[in-house]
């Protein structure tokens, strides 16, 4: 693995159903991001975590959960999938927690749509 | 509230210089990036600017000017490949990026 890697690569998916997004990062990077993306908007951050065993919300955190066990994974779970949560989903990771340039790496997306 | 305002789209010619601009209004600043996303894929680094100026990149530059709350990617000598949206972000007082919509970048030959 190089980077960042997601799964899957793209989903249809039932109102109602229960589906996890998977995240791993290679880099030891200590900041992972989950962020949707829609046409017309820009990116916006769903849930974050600054360290392995902590995690924050961003701006649009309802009806998603994530959890960070170890520094390489960071999934993203959607309990109660609902057709507005159909999007293009991507993950990112950064060396800390904000400090100088702090870049955000991103993986290549998952495109999620619920029927 | 915090908002982050790029033009929707732009057309260029291959060859040619194009500036796309970037105003923001964010509570706090801790920098400013822009991004390039070609279409169907994820987003690439480009740049990051904290301190008035511009900092030059080969083809691409980008300039700030915090008192007026903007930026702007200039790039040089198009190539057909810089076709792309062209994301800029800043990262407020806690240390999140916020996103502007992007700019479609349209370069014709």
């Known amino acids: 693995i190089a980077g960042i890697t997601q799964a899957p690569t793209s989903q249809i998916l039932a109102a109602g159903r229960r589906m996890t997004l998977r995240c791993t990062q290679d880099m030891r990077h200590n900041a992972m991001y989950w962020y949707r993306q829609d046409l017309g908007l820009g990116l916006r951050l769903i849930h974050y975590s600054n360290t392995a065993g902590t995690t924050g919300k961003g701006e649009v955190p309802d009806g998603y959960s994530v959890s960070r066990a170890n520094t390489d994974d960071f999934p993203l779970t959607l309990a109660s999938a609902v057709p507005s949560q159909t999007s293009v989903y991507f993950c990112?990771?950064?060396?800390?927690?904000?400090?100088?340039?702090?870049?955000?790496?991103f993986g290549p997306g998952t495109r999620l749509t619920v029927l | 509230g915090q908002n982050i305002d790029q033009p929707t789209e732009m057309t260029a010619t291959e060859g040619a210089i194009v500036q796309i601009n970037c105003t923001y209004q964010?509570?706090?600043?801790?920098?400013l990036f822009w991004y390039q996303q070609h279409a169907g894929e994820a987003p690439t680094f480009l740049s990051y600017n904290v301190l008035d100026g511009l900092e030059e990149k080969g083809r691409f530059s980008s300039f700030l000017s915090r008192s007026k709350g903007y930026s702007y990617l200039l790039l040089k000598e198009l190539q057909m490949k810089d076709s792309a949206s062209y994301l800029c972000?800043?990262?407020?007082?806690?240390?999140?990026?916020?996103w502007g919509a992007g700019t479609k970048l349209i370069i014709k030959p």
């Open positions: 964010t509570s706090g600043f801790n920098g």
């Open positions: 990112a990771s950064s060396d800390s927690t904000g400090q100088g340039a702090d870049t955000q790496y």
């Open positions: 972000a800043v990262r407020d007082s806690n240390y999140q990026l916020i």
